[in-house]
């Protein structure tokens, strides 16, 4: 599904964050990109995203290069990014008002798209519709995020990017958003990449773990195939694991 | 602010106007009723009516005009950081300026009709929208703009559904804020080198003729006109702009 071949990325006066940097997702996995701040974390998934370019390398999604956003990838940020001045349900339609503009374009929205503002069954399953009237501004941190998320999955995508998505809710909130994501992910089928800075979430949702440093030239992989059960969270393996990753982030290789 | 509120400022400074002019009791300062009839005299048999229309019309031009050139131009600097930096120093330099002392420049070029008056109110209107909405859309969260991108918007769609809405409320701010002014410099236009518009109409009644109730309809006509442009923004804001008065 992804493909990073010896991608070299840095900011202007500073160090490459990734120096012919290799990387690969197959369809349908779940990964979380862990590291400290200022790692490259959110870079990578803006590379990932379209909405950054490698400065040497390339990035290839379904085999094709990366020259702007592709209408099939979700991208879900920390801040929600909803417009202020939408109800929750002109919020979720959004994307779709988008492709409506442009039209099956293929480069805008897929070219099979064909118009349309039904999003019930979105606000419907994210527990959204008693809210579907009410601006951003007078709903809670996970409310908004549900709606971010429902405008995501409103398109289809079957790539979905996610940065720091929940680290600003508290830790209930927080819980619930991490089964709901990946309850979605199963349903619809989505490979996963969710940026976090926080071990538990990383342990949680990845189910291989990619731990990125400083300056990263090869990817560190953790597999960890037990965070598709239920019940992992409470588990002894996850304690191990998030003991495991604590050591691996404070003293890097 | 409730409608009932509003009525009853209303009726308190009426009285403070009876009160004052009974006090007073000289022909500079009429009682309120007394004006009210005039007002009303003048509007249906005298020339009230034109002179409120030339004075409304010469003032919404000028709204419009400024809206329409206004907007685009702060959307285009405000989403541009290149266009910002080359026309931020000009916008600095002549934002400050007090447009009503270039009266004599703007008349002396555009002549002595509605054409410079226009353009004079413009100018006042042109630089309060272009700066507020320049502001308004440069201070757009990132985070925005790049989530809205990421569901397939281009520069279009980012203008239709984010930058236009957003400049909305900052448009109708910055026409709130500048009507006073707007109809003050309306005044000064109108006060010389014409035949029509309210300006006009009170120094002609005032300083020539010495009808000071048909001033004080005038000075009414021209607060009415004002008040009536103030009210209109501000439904216009609850119109279009329902989010900004949620909860």
């Not at chain 1, 490259?40 to 085999?63: C, H, M, Q, W």
């Not at chain 2, 006073?180 to 309306?186: H, I, P, S, Y």
């Amino acid at each position: 599904m992804i493909q990073l071949r010896a991608l070299t990325f840095g900011y202007p006066g500073q160090p490459p964050i990734f120096d012919r940097f290799d990387w690969s997702v197959e369809r349908g996995e779940a990964w979380a990109v862990l590291g400290p701040s200022g790692c490259g974390k959110t870079t990578l998934l803006y590379l990932l995203a379209g909405l950054r370019f490698p400065s040497d390398g390339e990035v290839l999604v379904n085999g094709m290069r990366l020259t702007r956003p592709r209408p099939q990838t979700g991208l879900i940020l920390q801040d929600y990014g909803l417009l202020p001045w939408a109800t929750v349900r002109e919020n979720v339609r959004l994307g779709l008002r988008v492709r409506n503009f442009y039209g099956p374009d293929g480069t805008h929205a897929p070219a099979e798209h064909r118009p349309s503002l039904d999003v019930e069954a979105w606000l419907g399953r994210l527990g959204l519709l008693p809210f579907a009237e009410q601006y951003p501004s007078r709903i809670s941190g996970g409310q908004r995020q549900r709606t971010a998320i429902a405008r995501t999955l409103a398109l289809r995508p079957d790539l979905l990017l996610m940065d720091e998505p929940f680290s600003s809710l508290d830790a209930p909130t927080r819980e619930s958003l991490q089964t709901l994501t990946q309850e979605l992910c199963t349903e619809q089928g989505l490979t996963l990449v969710i940026v976090t800075h926080a071990i538990e979430e990383a342990a949680v949702l990845g189910r291989k773990i990619l731990l990125l440093g400083p300056h990263n030239t090869a990817a560190t992989v953790i597999e960890n195939p037990d965070a598709a059960r239920t019940d992992f969270r409470h588990s002894d393996a996850y304690q191990s694991l998030c003991r495991d990753l604590r050591q691996r982030m404070e003293s890097p290789a | 602010m409730k409608r009932r509120d509003v009525a009853l400022a209303f009726a308190a400074l009426v009285l403070l106007w009876q009160a004052a002019a009974m006090l007073i009791a000289l022909p500079i300062l009429p009682t309120p009723w007394k004006v009210a009839q005039v007002f009303v005299d003048e509007l249906l048999n005298g020339s009230l009516g034109v002179n409120f229309l030339a004075s409304f019309w010469r003032v919404t031009a000028s709204m419009l005009l400024s809206v329409a050139l206004a907007a685009p131009a702060g959307l285009a600097l405000g989403q541009s950081k290149r266009l910002n930096r080359i026309f931020s120093p000009v916008i600095y330099l002549l934002y400050p300026i007090p447009k009503v002392v270039l009266v004599p420049v703007v008349l002396l070029v555009l002549g002595i009709g509605d054409l410079a008056k226009i353009v004079l109110i413009f100018l006042i209107l042109f630089f309060q929208v272009l700066v507020l909405v320049r502001d308004q859309a440069a201070g757009l969260r990132p985070e925005l703009i790049q989530s809205v991108r990421s569901l397939g918007a281009g520069r279009r769609a980012l203008f239709r559904y984010v930058y236009l809405p957003a400049s909305l409320p900052a448009i109708l701010t910055a026409l709130r804020q500048s009507i006073g002014t707007a109809v003050a410099v309306l005044y000064i236009t109108e006060s010389f080198a014409t035949k029509v518009g309210l300006g006009y109409y009170i120094v002609f009644n005032g300083g020539t003729l010495l009808d000071y109730p048909a001033m004080y309809a005038g000075v009414v006509a021209l607060s009415l006109l004002g008040l009536g442009l103030y009210f209109t923004v501000d439904w216009l804001e609850r119109w279009l702009c329902p989010w900004q008065y949620a909860g």
